[in-house]
């Protein structure tokens, strides 16, 4: 059997979870339970210690920002 989920798609789906899509949206779309999204935006599987530093480094207070630098940017609407 062959897993749905690759590193690439791992990353995407935690990009897009910081973009702001909802677990249950990213499941549905990737064909996984919405505990499998949970476990990889807690970094519970697919632990990779490049999403870890830029959790640690992400500053909440700067909404133009996205974690991490060199990584894709968005803004809020007001």
Same mark, same amino acid.
């Given at each position: ?19 702001? =899509? ?11 339970? /919405? ?8 970094? /519970?599987? @697919?632990?990779?210690?490049? @999403? ?16 991490? =630098? ?9």
């Amino acid at each position: 059997m062959r897993p749905k989920l690759n590193q690439m798609s791992v990353r995407i789906i935690r990009d897009l979870y910081r973009a702001g =899509a909802s677990g249950k949206d990213l499941a549905f779309l990737y064909g996984v339970s /919405k505990s499998t999204i949970s476990g990889l935006i807690n970094n /519970k599987t @697919w632990k990779d210690s490049r @999403w870890q530093a830029e959790l640690l480094s992400f500053d909440p207070r700067s909404p133009t920002r996205s974690p991490g =630098a060199g990584t894709a940017s968005y803004s809020t609407k007001a």
